[in-house]
């Protein structure tokens, strides 16, 4: 493997930039960690360096929101603690702010050498069903089981363990990835209901649909199956990648953004089509959701359409 500094410290039009290879005074070789920490002064975009191997990052903070220009156009997303993103060997990433006033932006990055992944991948195949050594390029990737071993993988190295462990990890880690597909990543970017066979499944996904303005709980979805709510939770989180709550969650804060991007309605009245009870609970469940509220995302929108026109 090449030789890299190990901190790496840049300044760029949007802030300033921090990288430390946290791995090397430990003398891993197959595997290698990096703690990142970006100081964002404005929504100038960003160019990430990019990695000699595939690699993936996931948030250290508690929440922070960006832009990231994908297939020819901006996507904004909220990234929590613990979701992040899957980068193909030297793929180059551009990323904006939101919006200011976020602070830093805190990562773990994980790299695995390609040959790794390209022996993992061979290992993997069968005869008739070859597993291709290219990972996917992921803008948004919610993979708790990847998270929590990556942070298991870093207190390993806080704690020495040898460059056998980091070995033994970064195969694992290749197969991981390789094998996916990432449920919650599914999930969160279309939610189809092609994705769901279960008749009893897809009639409550309709049902969601079409009654996103009410009351929406587990007993009447439930009802709605024809399953015990037990029983009905289980098979739902199973097929579509989230529980039933947060499927209706995620569905009514989209709803609200569209409704905020495209319509001159109140606030009170997306709350009510959303499903919210008052305009205060909706604003106070979209600030948790997009670190903005309900006024300021609307704004934005239409300052961003002026300069973009």
């Known amino acids: 493997m090449k030789s890299r500094e190990s901190t790496v410290k840049l300044r760029y039009p949007g802030g300033r930039f921090r990288r430390e290879w946290i791995s090397d005074a430990a003398g891993w070789q197959s595997l290698r960690l990096r703690i990142s920490e970006w100081h964002l002064t404005s929504a100038d975009v960003i160019e990430p360096p990019p ?11 508690s929440a922070f929101h960006l832009d990231e220009r994908f297939r020819g156009q901006w996507r904004g997303q909220l990234y929590t603690k613990g979701t992040g993103e899957l980068s193909p060997a030297r793929h180059q990433r551009r990323l904006r702010q939101n919006f200011v006033g976020q602070g830093s932006l805190n990562t773990l990055g994980v790299h695995i050498p390609q040959a790794t992944v390209d022996r993992v991948a061979q290992e993997l195949s069968t005869p008739g069903n070859a597993v291709g050594s290219s990972l996917q390029d992921l803008p948004f990737m919610d993979d708790r089981p990847l998270s929590g071993f990556s942070f298991t993988v870093l207190a390993a190295l806080r704690d ?21 597909p990432f449920k919650a ?11 769901v066979s279960d008749h009893r499944l897809i009639r409550v996904l ?6 996103l303005s009410e009351h929406l709980d587990l007993r009447i979805l439930s009802q709605e199956a024809g399953l015990s709510p037990f029983h009905f939770a289980a098979l739902f989180n199973k097929a579509v990648g989230a529980t039933p709550h947060r499927h209706v969650h995620h569905l009514r804060m989209k709803t609200a953004q569209s409704m905020l991007r495209t319509t001159d309605k109140s606030t009170l009245e997306i709350a009510l089509a959303c499903g919210f009870g008052s305009a205060s609970h909706f604003a106070s469940a979209f600030r948790r959701e997009f670190l903005q509220t309900p006024t300021e995302y609307r704004s934005s929108q239409q300052f961003s359409e002026i300069t973009s026109s």
């Open 206 to 211: 309709e049902y969601i649909d079409a009654h």
């Open 51 to 61: 990695s000699d191997d595939p690699s993936f990052s996931v948030l250290l903070n």
């Open 160 to 180: 020495k363990a040898p460059d056998f462990y980091a070995q033994s990890a970064a195969q694992w880690l290749a197969a991981h990835l390789l094998l996916g």
């Open 185 to 195: 990543f599914e999930w969160h970017q279309s939610l189809t209901h092609e994705r």
